[in-house]
């Protein structure tokens, strides 16, 4: 049984997106990705994508931006469990085109979100995070049934719902030592990365070719080290 990684991307995301499908695949993950039918990928892109081990599907709901409101986060939670029937898995993570996930495992075995506590607080990031089958409809049937918002990000919508659902589930901290995330810099050292399970580049001020130089980078010293060790 494989684990899909829900992409959601659109034509403005044709740079990062290949890197983010290789790190996908690194992890021993199924790119899944979910394109706007307001604003698609060019159509190179989606022949590459299918040609390198990715599936992609055309959505029609509303993203309102920057993956925002309650119509989106039930599109994006049913775009979840569409991945998971496809691929016979009861779990599914969800990625920003901008994010490398390097390691998987910490979020396999509940549902499972980022968080930040501490610095720049914040309850939930969209960047990362993962959804059981019986989860996301739990989390489907309250959002679609529930109160509508046009301006609510995705992630505290869905991770909102778990909360108010009482779903068990697991939140894992920042924290600069290591761990499950971290925000990347523009100026980094690769090496300093693997404490981290998932590498996100899509702080501002970030240009597309900044983030996806940043994304190639590191995918190419993972793909060293793997072959030293091997």
Same mark, same amino acid.
């Given at each position: 049984?494989?684990? +899909?990684? &829900? #992409?959601?991307?659109?034509?403005?995301?044709?740079? +990062?997106?290949?890197? &983010?499908?290789?790190?996908? #695949?690194?992890?021993?993950?199924? +790119?899944?990705?979910?394109?706007?039918? *307001?604003?698609?990928?060019?159509?190179?892109?989606?022949?590459?994508?299918?040609?390198?081990?990715?599936?992609?599907?055309?959505?029609?709901?509303?993203?309102?931006?920057?993956?925002?409101?309650?119509?989106?986060?039930?599109?994006?939670?049913?775009?979840?469990?569409?991945?998971? #029937?496809? &691929?016979?898995? @009861? #779990?599914?993570?969800?990625?920003?085109?901008?994010?490398?996930?390097?390691?998987?495992?910490?979020?396999? %075995?509940?549902?499972?979100?980022?968080?930040?506590?501490?610095?720049?607080?914040?309850?939930? !990031?969209?960047?990362?995070?993962?959804?059981?089958?019986?989860?996301?409809?739990?989390?489907?049937?309250?959002?679609?049934?529930?109160?509508?918002?046009?301006?609510?990000? %995705?992630?505290?919508?869905?991770?909102?719902?778990?909360?108010?659902?009482?779903? *068990?589930?697991?939140?894992?901290? !920042?924290?600069?030592?290591?761990?499950?995330?971290?925000?990347?810099?523009?100026?980094?050292?690769?090496?300093?990365?693997?404490?981290?399970?998932? &590498?996100? !580049?899509?702080?501002?001020?970030? @240009?597309?070719?900044?983030?996806?130089?940043?994304?190639?980078?590191?995918?190419?010293?993972?793909?060293?080290? @793997?072959?030293?060790?091997?």
């Amino acid at each position: 049984m494989k684990t +899909p990684a &829900c #992409i959601f991307s659109y034509s403005g995301d044709a740079l +990062p997106l290949r890197e &983010c499908i290789n790190g996908a #695949i690194s992890a021993g993950l199924v +790119p899944y990705v979910f394109d706007d039918s *307001h604003s698609p990928l060019p159509r190179h892109m989606v022949t590459w994508i299918q040609e390198n081990g990715g599936h992609h599907i055309l959505t029609i709901f509303e993203r309102n931006g920057n993956l925002n409101g309650t119509k989106c986060a039930v599109g994006i939670v049913r775009s979840m469990i569409h991945a998971m #029937i496809l &691929c016979r898995s @009861t #779990i599914a993570i969800k990625l920003d085109s901008d994010t490398l996930i390097i390691d998987a495992s910490p979020f396999l %075995e509940m549902s499972t979100g980022v968080c930040s506590l501490e610095i720049d607080r914040r309850d939930a !990031f969209g960047c990362c995070y993962s959804l059981t089958m019986a989860d996301a409809v739990e989390v489907y049937i309250h959002l679609s049934d529930g109160e509508v918002s046009a301006d609510v990000p %995705e992630d505290l919508a869905i991770w909102g719902a778990v909360c108010e659902l009482g779903l *068990h589930h697991k939140m894992h901290n !920042f924290n600069p030592a290591g761990g499950a995330f971290s925000a990347v810099p523009s100026s980094f050292h690769p090496a300093d990365c693997q404490k981290f399970s998932v &590498c996100t !580049f899509g702080n501002l001020p970030r @240009t597309p070719h900044g983030v996806t130089n940043s994304m190639q980078k590191l995918n190419k010293f993972l793909q060293l080290q @793997t072959k030293n060790i091997m």
